[in-house]
T-cell receptor, first 114, second 115 residues
Framework: GENVEQHPSTLSVQEGDSAVIKCTYS??????FPWYKQELGKRPQLIID?????GEKKDQRIAVTLNKTAKHFSLHITETQPEDSAVYFC?????????????FGKGTLLTVNP | SAVISQKPSRDICQRGTSLTIQCQVD?????MFWYRQQPGQSLTLIAT?????????ESGFVIDKFPISRPNLTFSTLTVSNMSPEDSSIYLC????????????FGQGTRLTVV
């Protein structure tokens, strides 16, 4: 089955700096890659996703890049703010979206220091 | 978007007992998923629940321990049976509306503590 590796496990940045979280996946059939943000005690919430027919996607301060050949994808957060502090999970899916199961990475605890 | 409600939000249970968690979606969905999130850990898929058929379980999870019902297109239950302290986790259901191109939403989770 699919295996998703995520690095780093913790990341501490100063407010205004950029943060990058990287994931690799094992199943070349995976074609949907969402990123979820989970604040303490809350449910995971989708912040951005990308499909395998796209190499990069951006939404304001957040961007995701995908390298299908190398089977890795990355989350980029620019101009970080204290409210960006949370655990971020990458995931991969064959089929994509709501009707297919997700395999999650182990998560990255991002701390943005004011 | 889909609004997903879970009940209970938390519970403390005695070992050897069972707990049934309910998941209600505000619209009809094809697939519903149950995940487990152990303290400080990632989400691990327990099973996929498709209305009108038996749930599909992931490796390491069995129906006798985690029976699932899916009586209609908006509702599912997960039962954690014969609980032990190792079952202490957050259990989350997930679903999405529309076609497979839409995002997956999560319920708020059920925080289970087994004593």
């Amino acid at each position: 089955g699919e295996n998703v590796e995520q690095h780093p496990s913790t990341l501490s940045v100063q407010e205004g700096d950029s943060a990058v979280i990287k994931c690799t996946y094992s199943d070349s059939a995976s074609n949907y890659f969402p990123w979820y943000k989970q604040e303490l005690g809350k449910r995971p919430q989708l912040i951005i996703d990308i499909r395998s027919n796209v190499g990069e996607k951006k939404d304001q301060r957040i961007a995701v890049t995908l390298n299908k050949t190398a089977k890795h994808f990355s989350l980029h957060i620019t101009e970080t703010q204290p409210e960006d502090s949370a655990v971020y999970f990458c995931a991969a899916s064959v089929g994509g979206g709501s009707n297919y199961k997700l395999t999650f990475g182990k998560g990255t605890l991002l701390t943005v220091n004011p | 978007s889909a609004v997903i409600s879970q009940k209970p939000s938390r519970d403390i249970c005695q070992r050897g007992t069972s707990l049934t968690i309910q998941c209600q979606v505000d619209s009809q969905v094809t697939m519903m998923f149950w995940y487990r999130q152990q303290p400080g850990q990632s989400l691990t898929l327990i099973a996929t629940a498709n209305q009108g058929s038996e749930a599909t379980y992931e490796s390491g999870f069995v129906i006798d321990k985690f029976p699932i019902s899916r009586p209609n297109l908006t509702f599912s239950t997960l039962t954690v049976s014969n609980m032990s302290p190792e079952d202490s986790s957050i259990y989350l259901c997930s679903a999405g509306t529309g076609t497979g191109d839409t995002e997956a939403f999560f319920g708020q989770g059920t925080r289970l503590t087994v004593v």
